[in-house]
């Protein structure tokens, strides 16, 4: 089984600041999706096959990586963006989700 | 509009069973594999099971092989999820998903469409 390890587990980011949330595989994967959760509603896909934005999500997010290691950023941050992201392999079975990032706004 | 409403949840006692349903409507409900997945109390997101297009090939971790089964009815737009023995630690909310994605040939979950979440309680 390929596991997942986010980090940080928690952040605070003030509005306009630049934010790096990461993945970490324990073996190579081919690509990474993630998805934003926010309190209160279900989680919506993010990212797809590593970089590619989901529908309706704003520029600022982008995200890279490759084999064992991978991100998402934002390059500015706003209160909108206060939420939970998890990684999620599907490169093999079992597929897996990182135990997440809880970002806030401070 | 996409739409999963899922259906069926509740409180049950440990070893007994459960079944989910997730009525689909807003896209071609064939044309896309189906996935459960779930969110313990304070936890984070754990799939739960997969099911192809054509419902001929399923996927489930450990943690529920042998205990969960999903299915689908194409032609009623319909997910299912059968829980047998169950456990406290499947205590989550369960979402449908619905999704798929392709890399060289490979398919694997993708979850694309979720629906808005049913609640089961594995508690005596």
């Known amino acids: 089984e390929i596991v997942l390890t986010q980090s940080p587990t928690t952040m605070a980011a003030y509005p306009g600041e630049k934010v790096t949330l990461t993945c970490r595989a324990s073996?190579?994967?081919?690509?990474m999706h993630w998805y934003q959760h926010r309190s209160g509603t279900s989680p919506k896909l993010w990212i797809y096959?590593?970089?590619t934005l989901a529908s309706g999500v704003p520029d600022r997010f982008s995200g890279s990586g490759s084999g064992t290691s991978y991100s998402l950023t934002i390059n500015s941050m706003e209160t909108e963006d206060a939420a939970t992201y998890y990684c999620?392999?599907?490169?093999?079975?079992?597929?897996?989700f990182g135990s997440g990032t809880k970002l806030e706004i401070k | 509009e996409v739409q999963l409403v899922e259906t069926g949840g509740g409180l049950v006692q440990p070893g007994r069973s459960l079944k989910l349903s997730c009525v689909a409507s807003?896209?071609?409900?064939?044309?896309?594999?189906m996935s459960w997945t779930r969110q313990a109390p304070g936890k984070g997101l754990e799939w739960v099971a997969s099911?192809?297009?054509?419902?001929?090939?399923?996927y489930y971790p450990d943690s529920v092989k042998g205990r969960f089964t999903i299915s689908r009815d194409n032609a009623q737009n319909t997910l299912y999820l059968h829980m047998n023995s169950l456990r406290s630690e499947d205590t989550a909310t369960y979402y449908c998903?619905?999704?798929?994605?392709?890399?060289?040939?490979?398919?694997?979950?993708?979850?694309?469409?979720w629906g808005q979440g049913v609640m089961v309680t594995v508690s005596s």
């Open positions: 096959e590593t970089s």
């Open positions: 807003g896209f071609t409900f064939n044309n896309y594999w």
């Open positions: 999620q392999q599907g490169s093999s079975d079992p597929f897996t």
């Open positions: 998903t619905g999704g798929v994605y392709t890399y060289y040939g490979y398919n694997s979950p993708l979850f694309d469409y």
């Open positions: 073996s190579s994967v081919s690509y």
């Open positions: 099911i192809t297009k054509s419902g001929g090939s399923t």
